[in-house]
């Protein structure tokens, strides 16, 4: 039975979710899409950057730098173990639309021309730096053949070079401290440079459309195939790239229900609320409206919580769209980090496929085969 606490916090997740989903199209099948965003982006290299920061007496504690960082091969073999261990009522196994990041800085290169030019490297090159990686890629292309593993975009970087660039160029103690790190934590509780799209004057937009097309690029000559779908870093982007995206293939945003319109002030945005379905500037949205986030909040009952979720989303006929980052499933620099996502992960796929066992397991993009 049920604890009074946990059953009070489902009630609050399940009106949550009422909320959430009351407005937009409706789909008649019970459709799970898990997307989970940063794959293939840098954040912290190792345990022993993380005992540099801590001596440092950088804010490490509450930041995702702490746990985060590009998910090793054994984090790999352990996240498509147990997505593979559940199926829809399609026999197709549990997926996860793996929002990637298709480069990180090339610290080298930028140090050698004294921080006064930007260099990037494609994620595969940044695998090769990394002791336990070296197959990653073999691993993520293993994932999309077995249906467990389908890489969608999410930028060229999760990172805003002008801002990190300006803060290296200016000397910034911690933040160079970092990039001798191969890192580009900030030092403090923040973004750390990760609001990728955000800007500082309205022109930035147009560069940012060069970016997104050279990591559009990279995408397709990595995979194969272009993706169908988006989201922006720190669900920040400017409503004017969106018409750029349709233009290079992209037919879905992902999303969650207000985006960040960026004001030109760091962290003042203006909230646009969004609906499931919605159409815009020939692109449809997708919204998040459960999540599953175990290393952001470890005290927190995540499985029940999202169940709850589920079910208020299948209540008014959306899909239940689990926002799920990364981080929860790498166990690279702290192994109970790993363990707990996994485990978890585990319990709500269980609870899934028994309480809607005709549920199917599907993509974002495929999204339009419903809709």
């Known amino acids: 039975m049920p604890s009074f606490a946990n059953t009070v916090s489902y009630l609050k997740s399940f009106a949550t979710g009422i909320d959430i989903n009351r407005q937009g199209n409706k789909i008649a099948e019970k459709l799970i899409i898990i997307e989970s965003d940063d794959w293939g982006a840098i954040r ?16 490490i504690a509450n930041s995702i730098y702490k746990n985060d960082s590009l998910a090793s091969q054994d984090d790999l073999e352990k996240l498509f173990g147990v997505l593979q261990s559940y199926k829809g ?8 639309t793996a929002n990637s990041i298709m480069a990180n800085p090339n610290f080298e290169k930028i140090k050698a021309h004294d921080f006064q030019e930007y260099f990037w490297e494609p994620f595969t090159e940044t695998f090769k730096h990394y002791p336990k990686h070296q197959n990653n890629f073999q691993l993520w292309k293993q994932g999309i053949s077995d249906g467990v593993f389908h890489p969608q975009f999410h930028g060229r970087e999760h990172l805003n070079i002008k801002r990190w660039m300006k803060s290296l160029q200016s000397k910034n103690e911690d933040v160079l401290a970092s990039f001798y790190h191969q890192t580009t934590y900030s030092g403090k509780d923040d973004y750390s440079f990760m609001e990728a799209y955000d800007w500082d004057a309205p022109e930035d937009v147009k560069e940012y459309e060069t970016i997104i097309a050279d990591g559009l690029k990279i995408f397709e000559e990595h995979f194969g195939f272009k993706p169908k779908s988006f989201i922006a870093p720190c669900y920040n982007w400017d409503t004017k790239l969106e018409r750029f995206l349709v233009s290079n293939g992209i037919e879905w945003l992902q999303s969650l229900r207000s985006q960040l319109q960026p004001t030109g ?7 646009i609320r969004h609906s499931f379905g919605q159409q815009q500037n020939g692109l449809r949205y997708n919204i998040r409206n459960c999540f599953f986030e175990p290393s952001m909040l470890p005290q927190k009952d995540w499985v029940n919580a999202c169940l709850a979720q589920i079910q208020a989303a299948f209540l008014f006929s959306k899909p239940a769209v689990i926002c799920s980052h990364r981080i929860n499933f790498v166990g690279f620099i702290n192994p109970k980090n790993g363990e707990r996502g996994l485990n978890d992960l585990n319990q709500l796929l269980k609870a899934i496929v028994k309480k809607w066992p005709e549920a199917k397991f599907i993509t974002t993009d495929e999204l339009s085969k419903y809709i």
Do not use: L, R, W
């Not at 290299?45 to 950088?58: L, V």
């Open 89 to 96: 009522s399609d026999g197709k196994p549990a997926v996860i």
């Open 265 to 271: 002030v760091f962290n003042e945005y203006q909230s």
């Open 44 to 59: 912290t290299p190792s345990k022993e950057t993380i005992d540099f920061f801590e001596k440092k007496g950088f804010g």
